[in-house]
């Protein structure tokens, strides 16, 4: 009977430590963004990581039940932290194309996005992305973005030496605004949010690309995939898509 109760204890402070015998422990899940790419990803004062898809993967973990951890990197880094589990999800303003969709899993497209051409606002040149090569000009872009390809598309090589391949967005308009580059491609939200905070720069022409955004995960983890999916299929029925749209989109 003395073991019988002895073990009874090991039993129940085996269950305590794990926060209870009815209760299970909240799943704490690692999100891979890259915080320079406003309004989807940015820092705000506090040096908090915010913007719209924070705010999507934080809803999305809201009706699951998981616990986020968002961890910043750089964006050419992602896909390979995630297939190496250093992180579980990747929610970066990430286009879904064929080459990225070999290596990690996509959700279900949660935004329509377009690649423009930026410049300095009194650039009077006529500048198109069929004549950026023949006048020789030299592109900023943020390394593994949609815009990376394009330029590697316009000169037939990402290590051309007149494409600027930088890690982040914000040091791509600085070596425009520096006179060091004459075109930034760039995704047009995010062209738009730099021009108005950093000014001296205008938008080109019409967005020259239809691409759209996807959540990524390992590949083959079908389980947390079909969670993000329900979950954002949840969120444009009822309205709490629409309502995080709103507040970093407007109308």
């Known amino acids: 009977m003395a073991k019988g109760f002895a073990l009874l204890g090991v039993i129940l402070l085996v269950c305590a430590a794990l926060a209870g015998c009815g209760g299970s422990k909240q799943e704490v899940l690692r999100v891979g963004t890259e915080a ?10 506090n040096d908090n990581i915010v913007g719209f898809d924070i705010d999507l993967i934080k809803k999305i973990a809201e009706y699951n039940e998981w616990e986020l951890e968002i961890v910043h990197m750089d964006f050419h880094v992602l896909i390979e932290e995630l297939s190496t589990d250093k992180i579980d999800i990747v929610i970066a303003a990430m286009t879904i194309d064929e080459e990225r969709a070999e290596k990690v899993l996509f959700s279900e497209p949660y935004f329509d996005a377009y690649q423009c051409l930026v ?4 650039e009077d040149r006529d500048i198109t992305v069929d004549n950026i090569a023949e006048q020789g000009l030299i592109i900023a872009v943020q390394m593994g973005t949609t815009g990376s390809f394009a ?15 930088l890690k982040r967005a914000n040091e791509a308009f600085m070596e425009l605004k520096s006179n060091r580059a004459d075109v930034v491609i760039i995704d047009k939200p995010v062209a738009e949010n730099y021009i108005r905070h950093l000014g001296g720069m205008k938008i080109l022409g019409q967005p020259f690309t239809n691409e759209q955004y996807g959540i990524a995960v390992k590949k083959g983890n079908t389980e947390l995939m079909d969670k993000i999916n329900s ?4 969120m444009k029925d ?3 898509y629409d309502a995080i749209f709103k507040k970093w989109f407007g109308e």
């Open 36 to 45: 320079t790419f406003p309004p989807f990803e940015t820092t705000d004062e």
């Open 119 to 122: 410049v300095r606002e009194d």
């Open 151 to 165: 330029a590697e598309d316009i000169y037939g090589n990402a290590d051309h030496p007149n494409i600027k391949q």
């Open 231 to 234: 979950a954002l299929a949840k």
């Open 238 to 240: 009822n309205g709490d």
